[in-house]
Each structure stands twice: as structure tokens, then as C-alpha cells.
């Protein structure tokens, strides 16, 4: 039996042996030219994510970062690309190269741009090996899905929200304006050992006293000793690398960005300045020290949720006591992620809230926040819950009084479908991991009878750290009504209504 100890994997990882791997060896500043005609005129094909000549149309196959490790079981220590090593804070950002056509000087601010084309002969120039800035990272996943595809996701996305929009929001609409832009993310993969020690409860039955109001569920289960203890490999967890991303704040709708991942990052290739042609791209203004506490909360949370897979058994839910994480590597690499952005400043008086409808660049994932009309949302939630009080007195069944909640469930699930505070990125059972070595201990402990509760008092294994909340934060709009909904009454009158309502509106995601 190991002890009851709580692993500290952040200073596990402080205090190992750390190696920083070159990922731009063989990088060339100034021209890039394509080996069958000589042109510098390059640019991302995103049909197939391959860089393509402008003038001759020969593709380039993408290149791989060399040198770091790919079976993730054997990572031992701290790797860190040398994309992702500590900014300077006194790097310059202008640079000066010397045009190797016409011998004219090009001035770039690498700190806006990477990429610059010669005054004189029009040569295109761009900055490729890397800079301690933070402009410069390890990889980049090339833009998969072009523009007009994008614009459909965002008008779709947006279409289904129009009822309640804000009536100057619907007036200037208009997806011209969206940009692709390439976001700074660490991406992290672990390799771990985790020891699980705790109890869990299996249902047997499920019966119900009293007649009437009066009648409760009560349960049956069994109580069980659990131990779960294995390895585990975690592959990209992704997070950002961006301060402002970083902080939710009321001002903007950064959790939105957040709420299209994952990225296929096991598609990454090196990062080569031809790739942000014709898009932006944010500057990474944070070290891996600064990600360190959130990264290992995260990949604790993945772990616990890797445990689950095992014990599905216990419908009831398993209670640790005692979680142990034991961090034998990790490996970091900056990358640039790629998304199409649409966004709109939203001002109230002196307040502004800058609203976001963003799509995964690579899968079509949407995610966005609308701004609302309050008053119509407000009059509309009224005559619901108007609607609702009359229907209590003509519709008899044991909970009528929940009708009562009705305008005011219609409008939370409203603002939630527009607004989206709660989405994100659902990292704990989304990231790709692979667990090996499994060994499971389940002894029954007793029979219980009796019990009140649906679930397992004090059960944790769906707890999540790495956010502001726990698996509900990652809801959205229809997610939150439904879940509501189902808490309150799973049969009512009540419930169908306003199902029938959400399904009526849509989806929240495309």
C-alpha cells in the first residue's frame, strides 16, 4: 500500500535535468526560394497545407521538427524547444537584412511581422530562424480551411442568434472583416505514473416510499475499496501562450477562442515565416514557468479523467482520498494554432465588450458570443413566466408549482445560447493520452441501504482544477438548459416545454 501522499509535480518538474532542443537548424534568414524556378513569392496552399510557388506552382512538402522525442513513454526530465525558451526582454524586435537580389536594406519589426517584401526588386524576405522575442516558435499547424468556408460557419453560427441579437449588432453584421489569425500555444506532452486510492459506491436498486408529495427515491448500493495505478501519455495538451488570451475578463470574449480546440497539433510542422503569409499572429509573452502550475493542474485533471475509463462500474461515483501524479517527463514546444476570427465591440455608455465568434481553422469548430437586446430578451422571458403561472392552475401533476421557474429557466438558457460565458475547452477528455501498465484493486467493503442521494457523497473523480469551476463551466447554452431541465423533473409537462423550446433554436455548436 503506497502512502497517503499528495505528489507535487510542479516542483518535480522544477527540479529536473532540462534539455533544450534547436528546432530551427537549418533555418536561413532573408530569401526563401523555390528550388524549381527561383521565385521568392510563396505562399500556404490550405487545401492541402503544403507552401506553394506563386509563380511556377510547385509544392513544398512540409518538414518536420527533428530532435525531439516521439514516444512519449520514454520522455524522462524537462524537454524544451528552443521556440519555447525564456523571452528576452531586451531583444530587439527591428531587424535589418540586406536583400541578396539587388544588395537594397529591408528594415522588419519582427514584433508585428515575419515576413517583408524588398522595396526595390520585390523580392519577398522573411525571418526564420528564431529570435528571443517570442515571435518566433518551434512549430505551426497551417491553415486548413479557407475563408469562404469560414465566413458560412460564422453567418451560420450567428443566423440561429438573430432573434434576440442586439438590433445595431444585426445592422453591421457582416463577415467581410474576419481575419486569420495564428495564436501562440505551448503545446505539452507528459509521461506519467499515477496511484488512485479511494472508495466508490455501485447502485443496486432503486426504490420509492410514501404516496403523493410525500414520496422520495431511496437507493441501494454497494461500497467498494478502489485503487487504480498505471502509466499514462499525454500528447499536445494545448494551452495558451498569450497574456490576454490567458485572462477571461469581462471586456472580451477571449473563452470562446478557448471553446474550439482541440487542434490536431500531431500534424504540426516546422515553422517556416511562408506559413503566416496573407494571415496574423499574435507574439507568445509567456515563459513556461509562468504555464507551469496550469499546465500540471491540467494534466492532473486528465489523469483523473483517464482513471474514469476504468470505472464505470461505479454508477454512483468514487470518492480518492488519495491522488498521486508522479511527473517523469515533460516536453514543450510553441507553436502557432490557427483560427478565423470575427469580432465586435459592443458599446454600452462607458462600458465595451468585445465579442467573439471564432472557428477551428482545422476542424470547423464554432464557437462565438452575440450581443444580446436585453429589453426583448427581458419582455419575452416575462410573457413566458406569465404563461407558465396560468398553466400551473390548468395542468395538474405532483410538481405543478415548477412552472413558477419557467421564465426565469428560459431566459438563463437564452442568455447562456448567446452569450456562452461558460464554454471551453474541454481539455480533460478531449486531449489524446494512452494508459499502460493498469492495475485495479476493487474489494467489496459493505452493503448499503437506504440512501437518499442519487450520487456518492464526497465523489471527486469528475472534479476539475484547471478551470475557474468544474465540468459544468464547459456547457453551453442548450447544454445548461437541458441539464437544468433534467435536474428538476426528467417526465413534467415543464420539461417538454422548454426542450421543445431549445431544440426550436438550434444548436450552440456548428
Known sequence: MQQDLQTNPNQQMENATTTIVQTDVGAKDGQNKCPKCGATDISLNTSNGKLRCNFCRHEFEPEKVEGLETDIS?????IIGSGA??????????????????GAEVVMDTSETTTARCHWCRSVLSVNQQIPNGSIPDVVLPFGIPKE??????????SKRKFFA???????FTTENIMGVYFPYMLV???????????GEHQTAKYFRGNGEQQRAYY???LYHVEREFDIAIQGLSVESNLDKLNNSQEK????????MPFDVE????????????YTSEKRDVNVDQLRTLVDTQAKDIVRFAANETLTQYDRGVAWSNEQVDMKGQQWQAAYLPVWLYSYQQVKGEHKILHYVAVNARTKETMGSVPLHMPKLLGISCLVEILGIIAMFFINFDSNWLFLLVGFLYFFIMFMKYRNANARHTYELETKKNIGNLKEVDQLIQSKTGLTSSKMEGANNERVNGTKGNLLNALTGEQVGNFVVDAVTNTSPLASFVKENIENKGDNKQ
Open 74 to 78: 520514454k520522455l524522462q526530465g524537462q
Open 253 to 260: 470574449t477571449n473563452n470562446v477562442i478557448n471553446a474550439i
Open 267 to 278: 500534424n504540426c510542422v516546422k515553422y517556416n515565416a511562408n506559413y503566416l503569409k496573407g
Open 149 to 158: 468556408e469560414a465566413k458560412k460557419q460564422i453567418e451560420a453560427f450567428v
Open 166 to 172: 442586439h438590433p445595431k449588432f444585426k445592422e453591421e
Open 220 to 222: 441501494d448500493a454497494d
Open 189 to 199: 506532452d507528459i509521461n506519467a505514473h499515477a496511484f488512485f486510492c479511494g472508495e
Open 85 to 102: 525558451t525564456n523571452i528576452v526582454a531586451d531583444t530587439n524586435d527591428v531587424i535589418t537584412f540586406k536583400c541578396s537580389s539587388c
